[in-house]
């Protein structure tokens, strides 16, 4: 049924970036929209970014990220990414990478957790 | 920007009906999908295009999306059930994918 598998997350300073990747395998990655969502701690579920099947096309970002982030994708080597620069602490959160299918996002990573602290 | 307003909490008896709902402005317009979220897991789709089923989610589970209210519905309660719930729709004017502010649905 497919799976997702997030790394990169860790403890970053305000203002560096990490960079997030995520791990396609059971499925077609190459035909599917990817997206990645986020949880801070004790908070409800925040879309971040997302990009479409095919790597060059339309890529879609949340406000509060736009400018600062970049979602891109590997067909070749089934991988999401989503670099992030400029950190702040309001980014701290869980990052889930998620596919998206009919609409919706139907099957999801168990996340990495990005600490944005001094 | 467009908002899914849920109520916080919500609490039932096993074996009882639980209805969420979740609010926004013409919500009816929109399609609508729902998430579950057992804590310390990752979510799980759980209602999709109003009211479809994902595979492997029972039929206890359904849901409804008119006016400014969608609810999702999960008859006959379990234990297993209880778990943070997320209503979900895309922007059109903005292209942004939307969350509700989720509801702990608590069995007692």
């Known amino acids: 049924q497919g799976q997702l598998v997030e790394s990169g997350g860790g403890v970053v300073q305000p203002g560096r970036s990490l960079r997030l990747s995520c791990a396609a395998s059971?499925?077609?990655?190459?035909?599917?929209?990817m997206h990645w969502v986020r949880q801070a701690p004790g908070k409800g579920l925040e879309w971040v970014a997302g990009i479409w099947y095919d790597e060059g096309s339309n890529k879609y970002y949340a406000d509060a990220v736009k400018g600062r982030f970049t979602i891109s994708r590997d067909n070749s080597k089934n991988t999401l990414y989503l670099q992030m620069n400029s950190l702040r602490g309001e980014d701290t959160a869980v990052y889930y990478c998620v596919r998206f299918s009919e609409e919706a996002f139907d099957i999801w990573g168990q996340g990495t957790m990005v600490i944005v602290s001094s | 920007s467009y908002v899914l307003t849920q109520p916080p909490s919500v609490s039932v008896a096993p074996g009882k009906a639980a209805r969420i709902t979740c609010g926004g402005n013409?919500?009816?317009?929109?399609?609508l999908h729902w998430y579950q979220q057992r804590p310390g897991q990752a979510p799980v789709l759980v209602m999709y295009f109003d009211n479809d089923r994902p595979s492997g989610i029972p039929e206890r589970f359904s849901g409804s999306n008119s006016g400014n209210t969608a609810t999702l519905t999960i008859s006959r309660v379990e234990a297993g059930d209880e778990a943070d719930y997320y209503c979900?729709?895309?922007?059109?004017?903005?292209?942004?994918?939307?969350f509700g502010t989720g509801t702990r649905l608590t069995v007692l």
């Open positions: 059971g499925f077609s990655f190459r035909s599917y929209g």
């Open positions: 013409n919500i009816g317009s929109k399609v």
């Open positions: 979900q729709v895309w922007d059109s004017s903005t292209d942004h994918y939307v």
